[in-house]
């Protein structure tokens, strides 16, 4: 980040951010700095794709070692609900389901299953009301 500006401590900022983002180790996050009167709080802003992975449980590895990881895990329908909880306030969809579907459609795109069963089964029965979800 370029803090030179700004009159701040890039070294010192830096290693926030990097005790900060510990447990997301191996992940893109974004990190939100909010700066007031020369003093840096470090935000950490987890997307619906690394909020899946983390939710996956996998063993950190190397993305420099290790190229196109498969996440080929299982979730359980209540880590989905619980990530949707987390991402819906800045999620586009009017209705809670209309967030748990935009997961599913992360969950289809990392590559893992949702209770043993393919993403996209889940979201057609949301979409047809077979599969009832929680209002909140």
């Not at 470090?42 to 909020?51: G, K, M, T």
């Not at 190397?62 to 299982?74: A, F, Q, T």
């Not at 795109?109 to 089964?121: A, I, K, L, W």
Request: with cysteine.
């Amino acid at each position: 980040p370029k803090l030179g500006p700004l009159g701040l401590n890039p070294k010192k900022i830096g290693e926030d951010i990097a005790k900060n983002t510990k447990d997301w180790k191996g992940l893109k996050v974004t990190v939100r700095l909010t700066i007031q009167n020369r003093q840096a709080t470090v935000e950490i802003v987890p997307s619906a794709a690394s909020l899946v992975i983390k939710a996956l449980k996998e063993p950190y590895r190397d993305r420099k070692k290790v190229k196109n990881i498969s996440h080929n895990g299982d979730i359980t329908i209540d880590d989905v609900y619980e990530i949707a909880r987390t991402m819906r306030s800045r999620s586009l969809a009017r209705e809670f389901s209309g967030t748990v579907r935009e997961i599913l459609g992360t969950c289809r795109s990392v590559g893992c299953t949702v209770d043993g069963r393919t993403p996209e089964e889940i979201t057609d029965e949301i979409a047809s009301g077979d599969f009832e979800c929680p209002s909140e």
